[in-house]
């Protein structure tokens, strides 16, 4: 079995900082892209940023410049550092990732989501 678990999230004033964490665990054999996604109340789930095993990273027009996506191979993690926040960026946050699992199970797994909340 395969977990994304997730932490980092919280409330903070707009022009802040907060930093997500997403760490992989279970029978993992690989682990291909990482990412993270939000969803305001209402709408639907965008992507945020996401990640490469090599390193590459693509961001979405809103957080470009604010947000840095890195990962650590070793301890299957992945981070995002989030700064200069505004209100708009109040979300749930979830974490994604492909997994090459060793059960069988191979492909896409979420976590269970980190609410962010953004305070003007």
């Known amino acids: 079995q395969v977990q994304l678990v997730e932490s980092g999230g919280g409330l903070v004033q707009a022009g802040g900082s907060l930093r997500l964490s997403c760490a992989a665990s279970?029978?993992?054999?690989?682990?291909?892209?990482m990412g993270w996604y939000r969803q305001a109340p209402g709408k639907q789930r965008d992507l945020v940023a996401v990640?490469?095993?090599?390193?590459?990273?693509n961001y979405a027009d809103s957080v470009k410049g604010r947000f840095t996506i890195s990962r650590d191979n070793a301890k299957n993690t992945v981070y995002l550092q989030m700064n200069g926040l505004k209100p708009e960026d109040t979300a749930v946050y979830y974490c994604?990732?492909?997994?090459?699992?060793?059960?069988?199970?191979?492909?896409?797994?979420w976590g269970q989501g980190t609410q962010v909340t953004v305070s003007s």
């Open positions: 279970g029978s993992i054999l690989g682990v291909a892209a």
């Open positions: 990640i490469s095993s090599g390193g590459s990273t």
């Open positions: 994604n990732a492909f997994i090459y699992n060793g059960n069988g199970r191979t492909g896409d797994y």
